[in-house]
C-alpha cells in the first residue's frame, strides 16, 4: 500500500490518468491502495484513490475518491451534497468510499460545498447557490445572501470549478448529485430509464421538479450528450443505517 499527502488541484490530468481518463506532463500527488498482481483467476484488482480536487472559498478541502477495477461498464459519479443545509448525502457517499466490489468505476465527492456545511448554509462562504452557478441557461437571480443568488457571473465560484473540471474531464455515463427533503428521483432532463432504474432500486418515487438556470445537472445533460445527471431528493433530517445502506446499494446496482 502507498500513502502520499493529497496536494493536486485542478486539474486532475494525472489523477484521471490513473483511471484511464486522460494525461499529464506534470505529476500529481495522491494516495491510493490497490490489490497485487493478480493470477488469471484471481478476484478482480480494485484500485482506491483519493484526490484534492481543489478548496473551498474558506480553504477546505474538496476530494475526491475514484473506486475503479476492472470490467467496470461505465463511470459514475456521485455528489454527496451541494447544498450546506442538506447534508444528509454525505453519509451515502461514505459509505460509498468504502465500496470494493469488482466491476465499479465510481467517482465520489463527499461534499461539494464543505463552508456550507460548516455553517449549515444553503450557500457557499460567498452566499452563492452553488447550483445556480453552472453555465447551461445561467442568469442573473437574487443578490448576495439569497436563498438561490447565482453569483455575478457562471462558475464564479472554486467549488463550481471544481465539479466543471472534473466531469469535463471525466464525462461520466452517470453523474448523481443528492438533495433534500423532497424524498423523491427527480426526472432532470436526462435517460429516463436511468432515472427510473434508480427510483425502482431506491424505492423512491419518480417526479419531474422545476428545472433551474444554472443547475448542474440541466448543464451536464445539455453539455455532454449521451450522459445522464440527475437529482436524488432525499428525505429530510438524517438517514437511518437501514436508509445509507439502501440508498449506496441503488447507486452500486446502477454502476455495475
Same mark, same amino acid.
Given at each position: 500500500?502507498?500513502?502520499?499527502? #493529497? ?14 481518463? /486522460?494525461? *499529464? ?8 491502495? *490497490? ?23 474558506? !480553504? ?7 473506486? %475503479? ?14 447544498? /450546506? ?11 460509498? %468510499? ?10 465520489? $465527492? %463527499? %461534499? ?28 442573473? #437571480? &437574487?443578490?448576495? !445572501?439569497?436563498?438561490? @443568488? *447565482? ?10 470549478? #471544481?465539479?466543471?473540471?472534473? #466531469? ?6 452517470? *453523474? $448523481? ?6 424524498? =423523491?428521483?427527480?426526472?432532470?432532463? &436526462? ?7 434508480? +427510483? ?11 428545472? @433551474?438556470? /444554472? ?10 450528450? /449521451? ?8 428525505? &429530510? ?14 447507486? =452500486?446496482?446502477? +454502476?455495475?
Amino acid at each position: 500500500m502507498l500513502t502520499r499527502r #493529497i496536494e493536486a488541484l485542478v486539474p486532475l490530468a494525472a489523477a484521471l490518468a490513473l483511471a484511464g481518463c /486522460g494525461s *499529464s506532463h506534470a505529476p500529481a500527488r495522491h494516495r491510493g491502495v *490497490s490489490g497485487s498482481r493478480r493470477s488469471r483467476h484471481a478476484p478482480a484488482r480494485v484500485s482506491v484513490v483519493r484526490t484534492t480536487l481543489g478548496h473551498s472559498v474558506r !480553504g477546505r478541502a474538496i476530494e475526491a475518491v475514484h473506486i %475503479d477495477s476492472a470490467g467496470a461498464r461505465r463511470a459514475v459519479l456521485v455528489v454527496g451534497c451541494v447544498h /450546506g443545509n442538506e447534508p444528509a448525502g454525505i453519509a451515502i457517499a461514505r459509505r460509498l %468510499d468504502r465500496e470494493r466490489r469488482p466491476g465499479l468505476d465510481l467517482w465520489v $465527492i %463527499d %461534499d461539494l460545498n464543505p463552508d456550507g456545511v460548516a455553517a449549515d448554509t444553503r450557500q457557499n462562504a460567498d452566499r452563492v447557490d452553488l447550483n445556480r452557478n453552472f453555465p447551461e441557461h445561467w442568469r442573473p #437571480i &437574487g443578490h448576495p !445572501g439569497d436563498q438561490q @443568488y *447565482s453569483g455575478p457571473h457562471a462558475l464564479s465560484e472554486p467549488e463550481s470549478r #471544481i465539479a466543471d473540471a472534473l #466531469i469535463e474531464r471525466l464525462r461520466p455515463a452517470v *453523474s $448523481i448529485w443528492f438533495h433534500q427533503p423532497l424524498d =423523491v428521483v427527480d426526472q432532470s432532463g &436526462g435517460d429516463p430509464g436511468v432515472e427510473r432504474r434508480f +427510483a425502482a432500486l431506491s424505492g423512491l418515487p419518480l417526479r419531474r421538479l422545476t428545472r @433551474y438556470p /444554472g443547475s448542474a445537472v440541466g448543464w451536464q445533460d445539455q453539455t455532454l450528450p /449521451g450522459t445522464t445527471a440527475f437529482v436524488v431528493e432525499l428525505p &429530510g433530517g438524517r438517514l437511518t443505517h437501514g436508509e445509507i445502506d439502501r440508498y449506496a446499494r441503488a447507486v =452500486v446496482a446502477l +454502476a455495475g
